[in-house]
T-cell receptor, first 115, second 114 residues
Framework: AQSVTQLDSQVPVFEEAPVELRCNYS??????LFWYVQYPNQGLQLLLK??????LVESINGFEAEFNKSQTSFHLRKPSVHISDTAEYFC?????????????FGRGTSLIVHP | DGGITQSPKYLFRKEGQNVTLSCEQN?????MYWYRQDPGQGLRLIYY???????QKGDIAEGYSVSREKKESFPLTVTSAQKNPTAFYLC?????????????FGDGTRLSIL
């Protein structure tokens, strides 16, 4: 069965500083990986996804994540954060053929950007 | 624009009362899901449906019921048997059996006990 671990429940950081939100997964088959962002009192929005090919994927607002198969990780990074990046971030994994198509979500990491 | 609409945004339940949360989508997705979100616990799957008139229990189905009479609609009823219903409820949809496709989410319903 697939599982996702987000290692930090809360990450405080100052504006314009770099940030990394960590995500590790476990699965016995090939996986698809996603990062979602949730602003207060809203639903989740897709930030970026890894399906295949290049292990580095980027979003339109400066976030990037790297798929590392040997370390079973999919950490999210941004070189310089803004106040508006303050939100909850969820890592999710779904399995390829032979596994569950229903994604499993991590418990979330609250990114708090201070001025 | 296509999307998922959840209503109401806020809902209050009295003791012993059943309440129904609405979820409608116009994305032509076959699969729909209900999640419960509590602080620090992420998203937990309540029920999901892959096709009209069929649905399956998720990890925390006790105290909840659903129906899927139309492809576009997947209402969730929180029954009086659910002793701790205070939470944020999220509805989602996706293409069927496309594990490489992301889920689309509504903006949630926050349920509280009076």
């Amino acid at each position: 069965a697939q599982s996702v671990t987000q290692l930090d429940s809360q990450v405080p950081v100052f504006e314009e500083a770099p940030v990394e939100l960590r995500c590790n997964y476990s699965s016995s088959v090939s996986v698809y990986l996603f990062w979602y962002v949730q602003y207060p009192n809203q639903g989740l929005q897709l930030l970026l996804k890894y399906l295949s090919g290049s292990t580095l994927v980027e979003s339109i607002n400066g976030f990037e994540a790297e798929f590392n198969k040997s370390q079973t990780s999919f950490h999210l990074r941004k070189p310089s954060v803004h106040i508006s990046d303050t939100a909850e971030y969820f890592c999710a994994v779904s399995e390829g053929k032979g596994g569950s198509y229903i994604p499993t979500f991590g418990r979330g990491t609250s990114l708090i950007v201070h001025p | 624009d296509g999307g998922i609409t959840q209503s109401p945004k806020y809902l209050f339940r009295k003791e012993g009362q059943n309440v129904t949360l609405s979820c409608e989508q116009n994305l032509n997705h076959d699969a729909m899901y209900w999640y419960r979100q509590d602080p620090g616990q992420g998203l937990r799957l309540i029920y999901y449906s892959q096709i009209v008139n069929d649905f399956q229990k998720g990890d925390i189905a006790e105290g909840y019921s659903v129906s899927r009479e139309k492809k576009e609609s997947f209402p969730l009823t929180v029954t009086s048997a659910q002793k701790n219903p205070t939470a944020f409820y999220l509805c989602a949809s996706s293409r069927l059996n496309r594990e490489d496709q992301p889920q689309h989410f509504g903006d949630g319903t926050r349920l509280s006990i009076l």
